[in-house]
């Protein structure tokens, strides 16, 4: 692995602090939580388990994948940030109307954050790919 330290660094802060707004939703974003069995992000260990499960996931394809070859990797990682990209694009519309839209500031934050964080480890994987580096 050739990637810095501040890059892990900052992985783990954003992974942080997605947990900690995900886990702190206002009192109706707490009934939604409620209401559709989101349990995985009921308590700040949760969503600290469930966030970083979802970008060791993330890091680990990141990582393996450049050894099934480069265009291989950079077809998947391409697509996998594309798809990271139409997440976050469904996230924020998905909160900025409705029930969803009084979840909370912070909420509504973590929620858009995790995409944000899939884009970031997928994208800088592709261009890292495309550079020729190793991911």
Do not use: C
């Amino acid at each position: 692995m050739n990637r810095n330290l501040s890059y892990y660094l900052i992985l783990a802060v954003l992974v942080v602090v997605d947990a900690w707004l995900l886990a702190h939703p206002n009192l109706i974003g707490r009934l939604g939580i409620l209401f559709f069995k989101y349990d995985m992000i009921k308590t700040f260990p949760r969503a600290l388990a469930t966030v970083s499960i979802g970008v060791l996931v993330s890091v680990g394809i990141v990582s393996f994948l450049p050894k099934a070859g480069k265009q291989t990797a950079l077809l998947v990682l391409g697509i996998l940030t594309m798809v990271s990209i139409g997440v976050l694009v469904n996230t924020i519309f998905k909160f900025s109307s409705g029930s969803y839209a009084m979840t909370g500031a912070g909420f509504k934050t973590g929620a858009i954050l995790m995409p944000i964080i899939l884009v970031l480890v997928f994208g800088n994987g592709l261009m890292e790919t495309a550079k020729g580096k190793k991911a």
